[in-house]
């Protein structure tokens, strides 16, 4: 999960956050596909698809959303990559100064209150300082009441981005009893640079500042306090801030303050409901907006898996300095700009010339970017969110969805089709027109065209998608998405995906005896269309006829275990049409069992299964997410 790094910073300490990451990726390992199936989505994958290959897409359609790549780019050759990355200096990007900035407010006091949890925030105050290099002060007091949370509170993990970001470390110390212990000298640091899905191709630059805390023990505070500066250049010193207030441990005093210049307009809001414990203070002093949002022993907060993105369980205080949708638009068109005419892309778009049909024309456009730039992504710098120009991504033969996107509009607007790049949140999915405005919620670019009176929007780092572009799988249904244009005033949403014509997915069932206690011959044959015809394309792609006789045969022995297949899986693939049919043929003795004087015959629906992600508990305070909506299945079973 790349989004959970940033979490440290928003008000999460690393023991909360490799909770909160498993949640989030209990969610991921629960689906039943690997994650080959999406393709270029990502390379995380998991063994559960050959245990539980019985067309469970619903579960997988999820796991695509929530593992896209993220919203990157890919700048310089593998080699010169593999260089940079390795020759970092961060020991430049930390500096120990016990001086707090003057700026910083500290009269927040902690809480004395004596609470036996097993880990205790007894202080946590996060303040920003907006100025030319706007610098984030946290100050957090952690008290540890057993001894298997000591190696989780004793290590404190600061992420940052060396290019732009640098951290000065003010306060370390241990309090025991009436005695204080200083750390800040003798703490022993190291540089992490752990990129987590290189495997993903995804590179994102962050180090990590390790601090390793020795003699903590049962009953101590740690007390920790630490500013980080710099931002990220291509926001062009926009600011744009999260903070989350809850946790998942007690906290028992908590304050957000926000100081920025009084001429600057920057909103704020608290998503999440729950408001009414908050107390929430403005004055303005020296020319300056101080916004203060203070509470005070905020119960732990049990985070529950499987809610909708538009669901808010850890209340969120968001400042942005964007006006409108409009401003952020403008952001990205400024980055998105390009309107040369280069012989690299005039040439490739004349390859496509040889049809007049738009549709064809972009469908021959979207499968050459999927099918020949292969995705990389390097998230360095401005890099992070500015793609490359479209004739460098066709000499490198690589980029990420952003120059992927950029490359496809560059073709299609050569070829007369009007198209448009897209930005779109995999994190929040439906949940932006509830937020201020901001780019930094987005982290996926995808295409939008209009063909012939419609609108289509297309995923170039999608695997190859061969069908017309009515019947093309989309990941992004029902997303708020903001398209790249000057022009851009408001959000746009994905429509859902229309169910109504036909089933997504059929499976029709035979059985046939010769005589009634006698052997079954079965022909099982599975229909999949849109997304889920897409996914199977690109497992089947990947796999010996060996591997796929395997895995159908392990699907036939779970429900039947003395079966036998008489064939290996027919599969027909009719690519335009966006389906896939295959049909197993196997048989299973004595079918029937009896009892007493009547016969019975088992059946399986496996297409009607896990449909549904099942939580651990019945008992919810958030609704529970239905991975795919709507959702049409058809089974029958003819004896």
Same mark, same amino acid.
């Given at each position: 999960?790349?989004?959970? *790094?940033? !979490?440290?910073? /928003?008000?999460?300490?690393?023991?909360?956050?490799?909770? !909160?990451?498993?949640?989030?990726?209990? !969610?991921?390992?629960?689906?039943?596909?690997?994650?080959?199936?999406?393709?270029?989505?990502?390379?995380?994958?998991?063994?559960?698809?050959?245990?539980?290959?019985?067309?469970?897409?619903?579960?997988?359609?999820?796991?695509?959303?929530?593992?896209?790549?993220?919203?990157?780019?890919?700048?310089?050759?593998?080699?010169?990559?593999?260089?940079?990355?390795?020759?970092?200096?961060?020991?430049?990007?930390?500096?120990?100064?016990?001086?707090?900035?003057?700026?910083?407010?500290?009269?927040?006091? #902690?809480?004395?209150?004596?609470?036996?949890?097993?880990?205790?925030?007894?202080?946590?105050?996060?303040?920003?300082?907006?100025?030319?290099?706007?610098?984030?002060?946290?100050?957090?007091?952690?008290?540890?009441? #057993?001894?298997?949370?000591?190696?989780? +509170?004793?290590?404190?993990?600061?992420?940052?981005?060396?290019?732009?970001?640098?951290?000065?470390?003010?306060?370390?110390?241990?309090?025991?009893?009436?005695?204080?212990?200083?750390?800040?000298?003798?703490?022993?640091?190291?540089?992490?640079?752990?990129?987590?899905?290189?495997?993903?191709?995804?590179?994102?630059?962050?180090?990590?500042?390790?601090?390793?805390?020795?003699?903590? $023990?049962?009953?101590?505070?740690?007390?920790?306090?630490?500013?980080?500066?710099?931002?990220?250049?291509?926001?062009?010193?926009?600011?744009?801030?999260?903070?989350?207030?809850?946790?998942?441990?007690?906290?028992?005093?908590?304050?957000?303050?926000?100081?920025?210049?009084?001429?600057?307009?920057?909103?704020?809001?608290?998503?999440?409901?729950?408001?009414?414990?908050? &107390?929430?203070?403005?004055?303005?002093?020296?020319?300056?907006?101080?916004? $203060?949002?203070?509470?005070?022993?905020?119960? *732990?907060?049990?985070?529950?898996?499987?809610?909708?993105?538009?669901?808010? &369980?850890?209340?969120?205080?968001?400042?942005?300095?964007?006006?409108?949708?409009?401003?952020?638009?403008?952001?990205?068109?400024?980055?998105?700009?390009?309107?040369?005419?280069?012989? +690299?892309?005039?040439?490739?778009?004349?390859?496509?010339?040889?049809?007049?049909?738009?549709?064809?024309?972009?469908?021959?456009?979207?499968?050459?970017?999927?099918?020949?730039?292969?995705?990389?992504?390097?998230?360095?710098?401005?890099?992070?969110? $500015?793609?490359?120009?479209?004739?460098?991504?066709?000499?490198?033969?690589?980029?990420?969805?952003?120059?992927?996107?950029?490359?496809?509009?560059?073709?299609? $607007?050569?070829?007369?089709? =009007?198209?448009?790049?897209?930005?779109?949140?995999?994190?929040?999915?439906?949940?932006?027109?509830?937020?201020?405005?901001?780019?930094?919620?987005?982290?996926?670019?995808?295409?939008?065209?209009? +063909?012939?009176?419609?609108?289509?929007?297309?995923?170039?780092?999608?695997?190859?998608?061969?069908?017309?572009?009515?019947? /093309?799988?989309?990941?992004?249904?029902?997303?708020?998405?903001?398209?790249?244009?000057?022009?851009?005033?408001?959000?746009?949403?994905?429509?859902?995906?229309?169910?109504?014509?036909?089933?997504?997915?059929?499976?029709?069932?035979?059985?046939?005896? #010769?005589?009634?206690?006698?052997?079954?011959?079965?022909?099982?044959?599975?229909?999949?269309?849109?997304?889920?015809?897409?996914?199977?394309?690109?497992?089947?792609?990947? &796999?010996?006829?060996?591997?796929?006789?395997?895995?159908?045969?392990?699907?036939?022995?779970?429900?039947?275990?003395?079966?036998?297949?008489?064939?290996?899986?027919?599969?027909?693939?009719?690519?335009?049409?966006?389906?896939? #049919?295959?049909?197993?043929?196997?048989?299973?003795?004595?079918?029937?069992?009896?009892?007493?004087?009547?016969?019975?015959?088992?059946?399986?629906? =496996?297409?009607?299964?896990?449909?549904?992600?099942?939580?651990?508990?019945?008992?919810?305070?958030?609704?529970?997410?239905?991975?795919?909506?709507?959702?049409?299945?058809?089974?029958?079973?003819?004896?």
């Amino acid at each position: 999960m790349k989004r959970c *790094p940033h !979490l440290i910073l /928003m008000g999460f300490f690393p023991f909360e956050l490799n909770r !909160l990451c498993q949640s989030q990726s209990d !969610l991921l390992t629960s689906s039943f596909m690997l994650m080959t199936l999406i393709g270029t989505f990502s390379a995380r994958k998991t063994e559960a698809l050959k245990q539980h290959l019985n067309f469970a897409f619903a579960s997988f359609l999820l796991l695509a959303i929530y593992s896209m790549p993220s919203y990157a780019v890919a700048q310089q050759s593998p080699q010169v990559l593999k260089e940079r990355v390795s020759t970092i200096a961060p020991t430049n990007s930390m500096t120990r100064n016990p001086i707090i900035p003057s700026w910083v407010d500290m009269t927040l006091k #902690e809480s004395n209150t004596v609470s036996d949890d097993p880990v205790v925030i007894r202080l946590d105050d996060a303040q920003f300082f907006v100025d030319q290099e706007p610098t984030l002060f946290r100050h957090r007091m952690l008290r540890v009441n #057993e001894p298997g949370m000591l190696s989780k +509170v004793g290590q404190i993990e600061i992420p940052i981005h060396p290019e732009y970001e640098k951290v000065t470390l003010h306060t370390l110390k241990i309090i025991r009893g009436n005695k204080q212990i200083d750390k800040i000298d003798d703490v022993d640091v190291r540089f992490l640079q752990r990129e987590q899905e290189l495997d993903a191709g995804v590179l994102t630059g962050t180090v990590t500042v390790s601090l390793v805390v020795d003699d903590i $023990r049962v009953g101590d505070t740690l007390d920790v306090a630490y500013s980080i500066s710099g931002q990220n250049p291509v926001f062009a010193n926009m600011i744009s801030q999260f903070f989350y207030w809850d946790s998942i441990y007690l906290t028992q005093k908590k304050r957000v303050l926000f100081n920025a210049p009084d001429n600057r307009v920057i909103n704020y809001k608290i998503l999440g409901g729950r408001s009414s414990d908050l &107390q929430i203070k403005e004055q303005r002093l020296g020319g300056r907006k101080i916004t $203060r949002i203070l509470g005070e022993n905020i119960p *732990p907060l049990e985070f529950e898996t499987y809610a909708p993105s538009d669901i808010d &369980q850890f209340r969120l205080i968001q400042f942005s300095e964007y006006r409108d949708w409009n401003q952020v638009a403008q952001w990205a068109n400024n980055l998105f700009f390009w309107n040369k005419k280069t012989a +690299v892309v005039d040439q490739l778009a004349t390859t496509f010339k040889q049809t007049e049909n738009k549709q064809e024309l972009v469908q021959n456009a979207l499968q050459y970017v999927q099918k020949e730039i292969r995705y990389l992504s390097v998230s360095i710098g401005e890099n992070s969110h $500015r793609p490359y120009e479209p004739d460098v991504v066709l000499a490198r033969r690589y980029g990420d969805c952003k120059d992927k996107a950029l490359l496809l509009v560059s073709i299609l $607007r050569e070829l007369g089709v =009007s198209a448009e790049p897209v930005l779109v949140s995999t994190y929040y999915r439906n949940g932006l027109s509830r937020m201020l405005p901001s780019p930094v919620i987005f982290d996926h670019a995808i295409v939008k065209v209009d +063909v012939d009176g419609q609108t289509y929007f297309l995923d170039p780092t999608r695997s190859v998608q061969t069908s017309s572009l009515d019947k /093309m799988g989309q990941t992004h249904f029902a997303n708020d998405v903001l398209t790249v244009s000057a022009e851009t005033s408001r959000l746009t949403k994905i429509p859902t995906l229309s169910t109504t014509t036909s089933p997504t997915n059929r499976l029709i069932e035979h059985a046939r005896l #010769e005589k009634i206690d006698g052997a079954a011959e079965f022909e099982s044959t599975y229909y999949l269309s849109g997304l889920e015809a897409e996914a199977m394309r690109v497992y089947f792609a990947q &796999q010996t006829k060996e591997q796929i006789f395997k895995a159908y045969s392990a699907i036939v022995l779970q429900h039947y275990p003395t079966a036998e297949m008489v064939i290996a899986p027919i599969i027909q693939d009719r690519k335009k049409e966006n389906e896939i #049919e295959v049909t197993l043929k196997f048989k299973v003795p004595r079918f029937l069992e009896k009892k007493n004087r009547s016969w019975s015959a088992h059946y399986f629906p =496996s297409n009607l299964q896990n449909r549904f992600y099942i939580p651990q508990s019945p008992r919810r305070v958030h609704p529970l997410l239905v991975p795919v909506m709507p959702t049409y299945s058809h089974y029958s079973f003819e004896l």
